[in-house]
């Protein structure tokens, strides 16, 4: 059946019952509006997070561990022999020949690696006493595998040279332990070792858990920690593409042998968070935009009730059933695509409005402006999302009333 | 023998309920083509029932509808409508037309439903057909704005526009004053006249005593059948044509 003649039949019903329809359109602006506002503030804040979590950390971190516990002289012997009192074989720490290591995975790896040496040791100043992870870098090729040169707000790399046992240490930790640049420090480690550090500078990530919790010195001094002389514990991965950290720390391990994590498997809690949070806000979202259309259930609800008279004549006419029913989800649809320009309006004003807003963010412990992710995606999925449930709201009214035969229609109004 | 428009045979339409009702009760009714034929009978007796039947608005519980020479009872409902859109023409007691739009408008639907004419050439024949219906300066009018006798020509005009073989009127005069009764009779006689097939129900004997065939319907079955009618006047032949040929 001729679609104009439809089209032109809703259009009639819409333009003629102008308060119903803006209390349609109202509704569905509304719902497509304010999801927009919150994919774009849910979004947001969640690529702001990730993007500081993957400016800070590695891409891959290879420790000189294994997956699974070397097997043991006892289960080995079981059969055989059972044994008590065995030592377990610990393998010798550190990665063996690094240089070579770090040579071969150069060769391929789609970004750059560096050593370093990972303990953990406790900052001692004047009292206050905190446990920190110390890394150990190579300033001159830290910068191609972190962003701490860029992250420096006090002093820079290379000052861990220039001091005898230099320290770099978070903005977060200094102002917990009253630390200001150039100040010394003690550091304990667990072998007993105690030596005394000066502070040569001081860097904010953003990310209060590294902030507080985290500083650098050079290997060397990390060694010395360790009690392990010139060991590598650890190479730091940084990859031009952080999102296949997962594919490449698999290959890693597969040619190194020892445990590669990326840092989407590092910060699984934190990302199956994330998606515990998506799929909640996408259900809000989604009952928002249904709730939204279910004016458009009522609107059409009544037309059709009011058109009753139109629909039999119709009907009488020779026009089909689902032609007739196809005019009221046209005015549905109609209704509901104005609707959703009016809602794309509101929801980019709306997004705006939020980024005008600062508020302190728990996770980086800073104050900043609300970071809004604007996304063609939120449009077009809110506006489908939308123009659907006006068609499915649309269609059982019709259905209704164009089931109904035109017979009892006609009988009732003679 | 001339050709048979519409035909029906053993009709039975039955309303099952808590009280069965038998509306129509075996009718076999032929009617020739270009025949005007009247219905009467008393109120209640079944003349809508009968003419929503003859018109597929209604579908029979016994007998069988031919309509041009197709049987009808095994149609679907979209073929049913299809055969309401091209080869019947329904006007009812009140007017029924859509009220958003224009006269004009109204005639067009059934066209523009079918689609079988390109645009000008459905905007040509509904302005030809109001204009020879009396209409050609109501035509940008909406319902509400035309008078009684002025809707029902309109209704009238929607149920020509397809060309249908069978024209089927339910009491079209019911609400009309005596002129404007005279002039609807006068157009349903001219498109009988032109050729195409009229059933008319009305209250009026004087009017139905002008068709070419009267029945009278008690308690849906047929009493009484009489012929006659009026001879065909030299200007409504001139009419007929009008309408015919637009
Ligand atoms: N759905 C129905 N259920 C039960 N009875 C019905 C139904 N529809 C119609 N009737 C009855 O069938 C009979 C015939 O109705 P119909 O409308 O055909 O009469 P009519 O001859 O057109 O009368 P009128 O001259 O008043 O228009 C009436 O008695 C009516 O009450
Ligand atoms: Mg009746």
């Not at chain 1, 980024?355 to 996770?363: A, D, G, R, V």
Request: aromatic content about 6%; charged content about 15%; glycine content about 8%.
């Amino acid at each position: 059946m001729a679609t104009n003649l439809l089209l032109s039949i809703a259009w009639t019903h819409v333009s003629t019952r102008v308060r119903q329809t803006l209390v349609g359109m109202f509704g569905v602006a509304m719902g497509v509006g304010f999801t927009i506002m919150m994919a774009g503030l849910m979004q947001g804040s969640q690529i702001d997070f990730l993007r500081q979590l993957v400016d800070t950390m590695p891409h891959v971190t290879v420790d000189d561990e294994r997956r699974s516990v070397p097997i043991q002289p006892a289960d080995q012997e079981y059969a055989a022999v059972a044994m008590s009192n065995v030592a377990n074989v610990n393998r010798r720490p550190g990665i063996r020949y690094p240089e070579a290591v770090m040579a071969s995975l150069r060769s391929w790896l789609p970004g750059n690696v560096a050593p370093s040496v990972k303990t953990t040791a406790i900052v001692d100043h004047g009292g206050g006493k905190v446990g920190v992870t110390l890394t150990g870098i190579d300033p001159r090729l830290e910068v191609r595998v972190s962003k701490l040169a860029t992250q420096m707000i006090e002093g820079q790399l290379g000052d861990l040279s220039k001091a005898a046992n230099g320290i770099i240490i978070g903005q977060a930790l200094a102002e917990k332990l009253a630390v200001k640049n150039g100040n010394t420090v003690l550091l304990a480690a667990g072998e007993g070792t105690q030596i005394s550090a000066t502070v040569v500078g001081i860097f904010r990530s953003g990310l209060k858990r590294v902030d507080e919790g985290q500083i650098y010195s050079l290997l060397g001094l990390a060694q010395t920690l360790t009690g392990e002389n010139a060991i590598i514990n650890q190479l730091r991965i940084r990859l031009n593409d952080p999102l296949i950290a997962q594919k490449v720390a698999t290959q890693v391990e597969a040619q190194t042998g020892y445990k590669s994590v990326s840092w989407q498997e590092a910060n699984a809690d934190l990302l199956s968070t994330f998606a515990t949070r998506d799929f909640i806000v996408l259900t809000v979202m989604g009952a928002m935009l249904l709730t939204s259309s279910f004016a458009t259930y009522n609107i059409i609800s009544t037309i059709t009730h009011e058109k009753r008279h139109d629909i039999a004549i119709m009907k009488s006419l020779g026009m089909r059933e689902y032609a007739v029913r196809r005019i009221f989800i046209i005015e549905s649809m109609m209704m509901g695509s104005v609707g959703i320009l009016f809602g794309w309006a509101l929801g980019y004003l709306l997004c705006y409005a939020w980024s005008q807003i600062t508020i302190f963010n728990p996770l980086t412990g800073a104050t900043v402006p609300l970071q809004i992710y604007y996304s063609p995606m939120h449009y077009i999925a809110s506006g489908a999302i939308s123009i659907l449930c006006c068609a499915v709201a649309a269609f059982f009214p019709a259905r209704k009333a164009t089931r109904v035969h035109p017979v009892e229609i006609i009988r009732g109004a003679s | 023998m001339s050709e048979i428009a519409l035909q029906t045979v053993g009709l039975v339409r039955r309303v099952e309920g808590i009280i069965s009702h038998t509306l129509i009760n075996g009718i076999d009714l032929s009617v020739e083509k270009g025949e005007f034929l009247a219905i009467t009978g008393p109120s209640g007796s079944g003349k809508s029932s009968l003419l929503y039947l003859l018109g597929l608005l209604d579908a029979p519980t016994e007998g069988e509808i031919i309509i041009c020479g197709q049987p009808t009872s095994k149609l679907s409902e979209i073929e049913r409508a299809d055969v309401r859109l091209t080869k019947c023409g329904f006007v009812f007691q009140f007017h029924f037309l859509l009220p958003e739009f224009t006269a004009l408008e109204n005639v067009l639907l059934p066209m523009r439903a079918a689609g079988l004419m390109s645009a000008r050439d459905m905007h040509q024949r509904a302005i030809a057909l109001l204009t020879s219906l009396g209409l050609g300066e109501q035509a940008a009018k909406r319902p509400n704005q035309l008078s009684g006798g002025q809707r029902q020509r309109v209704a009238l005009a929607r149920a020509l526009a397809n060309r249908p073989e069978i024209i089927v009127a339910d009491e079209p005069t019911g609400n009309l004053d005596t002129a404007s009764t005279e002039q609807v009779f006068g157009i349903l006689r001219d498109i009988a006249d032109s050729g195409q097939t009229v059933v008319v129900v009305t209250h009026d004997a004087a009017l139905a005593a002008r068709a070419d065939r009267r029945i009278h319907i008690v308690d849906g079955k047929i009493q009484e059948t009489t012929f006659g009618g009026k001879p065909k006047s030299e200007s409504a032949a001139a009419t007929g044509a009008a309408i015919a040929s637009s």
